[in-house]
């Protein structure tokens, strides 16, 4: 014959105190999910200009992290055009410069179609 089996003893203080832990943590996770949609919706919260002061100067350093284009974009730029065109190197007009991609496929032309042994 089996025997019945006896109650299970619940402590209502640990009942409660998970239960109030879980409530928390929800409360918690709710609270920090509505600050990370309020500072998407309407930025991070600044001080007020007067408060900040004026932007800090520190030596060459660009201090506009998020700007578009830099000084170094323009430089860039230069460089890829010069490689790009066609103009004349001296003032006898003796010498001319091409572009890169011209000057790789005459290369190529003129070694008889081989790369050189690339």
């Known amino acids: 014959m089996a025997r019945p089996q006896e109650p299970i003893a619940v402590n ?3 009942v409660w105190l998970g ?12 609270a920090i999910a509505m600050a990370v949609v309020r500072i998407r919706v309407n930025g ?4 007020p200009a ?16 998020f700007v578009v284009e830099g000084p170094g ?4 730029r230069t460089q890829r055009a ?16 091409i572009p890169v991609a011209r000057a ?3 290369l190529l032309r003129q070694r008889g179609g081989r790369d050189g042994g690339r």
Do not use: N
């Open 82 to 97: 010069a490689l790009q065109s066609y103009q004349w190197v001296d003032p006898l007009h003796t010498v001319a410069q």
């Open 19 to 30: 239960g109030a832990a879980i409530i928390a943590t929800l409360l918690g996770a709710w």
């Open 50 to 65: 007067t408060a900040r002061g004026p932007a800090p100067r520190f030596g060459v350093l660009e201090q506009q992290p």
């Open 44 to 47: 991070p919260l600044a001080a």
């Open 12 to 14: 209502r203080k640990v």
């Open 104 to 106: 790789e496929v005459l």
């Open 73 to 76: 974009d323009a430089l860039m």
